[in-house]
């Protein structure tokens, strides 16, 4: 069985990835009752299964991107996944064939009762999985959990909606595994990702005129610059703060501001890449906008403006 063009389906929907070395001809062959090969056609797909590679943390240590690739290919002798994502969100193509890594189980868990999903343990034959490099330690980041939604979101687009999107912990009924592990909200996030093609949920943004944020000032800071990041003249938020000299202000003050410019607040784990996407920025524009480069870091709290 073979799933053509996904390499396509990948591209189309301006996912990065890799085409690993010899992902076409990579196969996991799977026997039937009377050992002949299973030679089933792509529509017999049904399903994706999301997966966290649980690997030993040393593997993560190493900070690499997908430390588990290797493994992934054929650490027991064959693919386990057709796709991996790595910690940046950079997704590598495996197989253009679904590997072992279902394990046994079905979906829905009423045995293999006509009309399942899933028969009873052919997770291997009727679903492709997709896993991030992750773990219960080292839990997905912010860039996994995003492309994962894009690829499902390609993936459901490709196969018209039709694909049932299971964790391989509710697949095996949580018995066996409990993967994927560390994902935000679990599996009911990640189907509603899947659905939206984006991890996040739409912004919540402030224009003005706008709610007031709190602002709490940092060394260096002036009116002048601080005005600037929000858009707004350094005299307005003088007067809503009822400052008498502009020029006193300390680091540590809080100060009120009603932004004229929509903004976003950094959160832990936030990049130009991730915040870009939801609002519709290429990162580079986003880092100019707030007189940046792509390549310096960002930390909770800071402020960067959208326009």
Do not use: C
């Not at 017999?44 to 290797?70: C, N, Y």
């Not at 599996?187 to 919540?204: Q, S």
Request: hydrophobic fraction near 35%; charge should be neutral; proline fraction near 6%.
């Amino acid at each position: 069985m073979s799933i053509p063009g996904i390499g396509r389906v990948l591209k189309d929907a301006g996912i990065e990835h890799t085409l690993t070395d010899g992902w076409r001809d990579r196969i996991w062959v799977r026997l039937d009752e009377e050992g002949r090969p299973y030679n089933f056609d792509w529509t017999d797909i049904r399903a994706v299964t999301v997966h966290t590679t649980e690997s030993d943390p040393a593997a993560f240590r190493r900070g690499e991107d997908a430390p588990t690739l290797q493994w992934v290919i054929a650490g027991q002798g064959y693919h386990t996944y057709s796709l991996l994502i790595g910690r940046s969100g950079h997704v590598y193509v495996i197989s253009a064939h679904p590997g072992a890594q279902a394990g046994f189980g079905a979906w829905p868990h009423t045995g293999n009762a006509r009309g399942s999903v899933i028969p009873e343990d052919q997770g291997n034959s009727y679903s492709l999985g997709v896993a991030m490099d992750a773990s219960v330690q080292y839990p997905p980041t912010r860039e996994q959990l995003e492309a994962l939604a894009r690829v499902l979101h390609a993936l459901q687009n490709e196969w018209g909606g039709e694909l049932t999107i299971i964790g391989h912990g509710e697949y095996n009924n949580f018995q066996v595994r409990t993967d994927p592990t560390g994902v935000p909200g679990g599996m009911d996030a990640v189907r509603a990702a899947a659905k939206r093609g984006t991890w996040e949920k739409p912004a919540h943004t402030q224009a003005a005129p706008a709610t007031a944020l709190s602002y709490v000032v940092r060394p260096g800071d002036t009116l002048s610059k601080i005005g600037r990041t929000f858009g707004i003249p350094a005299t307005v938020i003088a007067k809503d703060n009822k400052i008498a000299d502009p020029n006193k202000i300390v680091a540590g003050q809080e100060l009120t501001i009603r932004p004229g410019v929509r903004v976003h607040v950094v959160d832990k784990g936030e990049s130009f890449w991730g915040i870009g996407r939801r609002y519709g920025l290429t990162p580079e524009r986003l880092a100019a906008l707030n007189g940046k480069k792509t390549s310096d870091t960002i930390y909770p709290g800071d402020i960067l403006r959208l326009a």
